[in-house]
């Protein structure tokens, strides 16, 4: 039961591949009550809504799983989800996730080339047959229906973080997060990794660098999604093990304003289901990394 780096397990990234083809086919596995979209499109819609959903509503920053302490825990939460459906779709109980370490991309001379771009990995999903169903209006903000190929713009704008700097929010960052628990939050592991401070903008950094969809609330389009986000958890893990000590914040004292956001508050989800952020603490109950000494290693 272990997530593994996809440019260095050719197995987990092919079941990665054929398990999202699947579940992003509506014959295979329908949304039920929504007339041609599949169970990959319920996604789209579901990261879309937490996003339009303002925690609380007199503010535009803070939503239910961005731009607060939720962050982490939500898309964890997000990936576990998939993660059991990706299961049954390539039909392997051991299955988990593959992660994306686009720190070893950002070495290259030419980030652009690394292989996980080539047609047999995610250079296929923006061929003619991976079809984009629900996007972002631009001019509206809403979701709404389309058919038409995904789209990036590798290397445009953005760039790709760099281990060290990564070690550096890992080694430095003791508190969770720190108030106002907003993208202004001047310290913490959660905002420095969701990237509104810091140098590196670590997760905003990506999918800006990404382009395209990626930089849309309907991001999980692009099947890198997935795979991006495994590496941000793969990050928190690490932090969580270099920090053991340090809970995650807010606790229940904090006030309603900080709903969705509380250790032992629901998170926000289109299915009928109670996952709090405490619950998502322990990973491990559901899988491991494969390694995160990359990441937790002494600057030298
Ligand atoms: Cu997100």
């Known amino acids: 039961m272990i997530r593994r780096n996809f440019l260095t397990d050719a ?13 992003k086919d509506p014959a295979q596995f329908p949304w039920p009550g929504q007339d041609g979209l599949s169970i990959y499109d319920s996604f789209v819609f579901w990261h879309h809504q937490s996003m339009m959903l303002m925690t609380p509503p007199t503010q535009s920053d803070r939503n ?11 898309h964890r939460y997000f990936l576990i989800t ?6 049954q779709a390539v039909d392997d109980i051991e299955f988990r996730i593959p992660y994306w370490d686009w720190n070893a991309d950002a070495e290259l001379p030419e980030p652009v080339t690394s292989p996980i771009w080539s047609n047999a990995n995610l250079g296929q999903f923006a061929g003619s047959d991976w079809r984009v169903r629900l996007e972002m209006s631009l001019r509206t903000g809403d979701l709404r229906r389309t058919d038409r190929t995904l789209q990036r713009a590798l290397g445009d704008a953005g760039r790709l973080p760099t281990r060290t700097g990564v070690r550096m929010v890992i080694r430095d960052q003791a508190a969770y997060d720190t108030s106002p628990f907003s993208s202004s939050s001047p310290g913490g592991v959660r905002n420095l990794l969701e990237g509104w401070i810091g140098n590196e ?10 382009g ?5 609330s309907s991001s999980p389009n692009d ?7 495994c590496n941000v958890d793969r990050i928190w893990a690490a932090w969580q093990e270099r920090h053991p000590d340090s809970p995650y914040l807010p606790d ?4 309603d304003t900080l709903q969705f956001h509380r250790v032992d508050d629901a998170l926000y989800s289109i299915y009928e289901d109670t996952v709090t952020p405490g619950d998502m603490v322990d990973y491990r109950r559901y899988y491991e990394y494969d390694t995160v000494s990359d990441l937790t290693e002494l600057q030298t």
């Not at 998939?82 to 299961?87: V, Y």
């Not at 890198?224 to 986000?229: D, I, Q, S, T």
């Not at 229940?252 to 006030?255: V, W």
């Open 11 to 23: 197995d987990a990234a092919q079941k990665y591949i054929d398990g999202v083809r699947r579940l």
């Open 64 to 74: 239910a799983a961005h731009s607060g302490p939720s962050f982490l825990p939500w």
């Open 82 to 87: 998939l993660e059991g459906l990706l299961r």
């Open 201 to 210: 903008r670590i997760h905003n950094s990506v999918h800006v660098w990404v």
């Open 212 to 216: 395209g969809d990626m930089s849309l």
């Open 223 to 229: 099947p890198v999604f997935f795979l991006h986000h």
């Open 252 to 255: 229940m004292s904090a006030p």
